[in-house]
């Protein structure tokens, strides 16, 4: 099944204590990107990337990282999470040539 | 002025009724326009793209009117199931960025 996987689903986290949420697609598709909802705010994208080894930042990548090392993985990572870091994201792919973008089922981070 | 603006809502409709919201766009040389359904606390999925000549799915149409910058969604015949949050996205630039309008939530009553 066509699928963008990412994880962890739900996590409660502290102030500082580095994470890292992956985010795998079995779709060969070039394009990725993070993605942060908040009430009121909509979706905001955090970083993209249009091929492995290219990244480029969103509207909001203040206190995040990336890494596109393979097509199919795209980890977020916070480096020293803060409280407002705590959201819902969500992870996406999307192929220029099937021309639909397809996301993960999200992740609930609360930094405490 | 955001780049791809839509009313927040919410809509609040009765069972059966027709509804209808518009997307605004700010890029002239946005290439394709998308309508995505999210249910709350869900991942958006695909509802429908838009082309230029319209399209019909059941009782979902799609519009674009290029000229004045829009597209617009028309729900018929509203259903329960219908209520949540309906994201417009755009692809522009050579880049082929996306961008996601704040989204329109409905709530469809008995």
């Known amino acids: 099944e066509a699928q963008v996987t990412q994880n962890p689903r739900y996590l409660i986290t502290v102030t500082g204590k580095k994470l890292t949420v992956t985010c795998s697609q079995n779709?060969?598709?070039?394009?990725m990107s993070w993605y942060r909802q908040d009430p009121g705010l909509g979706l905001r994208q955090i970083y993209y990337?249009?091929?492995?080894?290219?990244?480029d930042k969103g509207d909001v990548p203040e206190g995040y990282k990336v890494s596109r090392k393979e097509k199919r993985n795209f980890p977020l990572i916070l480096e020293s999470p803060s409280p407002n870091q705590t959201s819902l994201y969500f992870c996406?792919?999307?192929?220029?040539?099937?021309?639909?973008?397809?996301f993960g089922a999200g992740s609930r981070l609360t930094v405490l | 002025r955001k780049e791809v603006e839509q009313d927040p809502g919410p809509f609040n409709v009765p069972e059966g009724a027709t509804v209808a919201f518009n997307c605004t766009y700010s890029?002239?040389?946005?290439?394709?326009f998308f309508w995505y359904r999210q249910d709350c606390r869900k991942e958006p999925k695909l509802l429908m793209s838009?082309?230029?000549s319209g399209n019909e799915d059941g009782r979902f149409t799609a519009q674009l009117n290029r000229a004045s910058q829009y597209i617009s969604l028309l729900i018929r015949d509203s259903k329960l199931s219908d209520s949540a949050t309906y994201l417009c996205?755009?692809?522009?630039?050579?880049?082929?960025?996306?961008?996601f309008g704040g989204g329109t939530r409905l709530m469809v009553k008995p």
């Open positions: 890029n002239s040389a946005s290439q394709s």
């Open positions: 990337s249009m091929n492995v080894e290219v990244t």
């Open positions: 779709m060969n598709h070039e394009y």
């Open positions: 996406a792919s999307w192929s220029q040539g099937a021309n639909v973008l397809t």
């Open positions: 838009v082309y230029s």
């Open positions: 996205v755009v692809l522009s630039g050579a880049g082929n960025m996306l961008t």
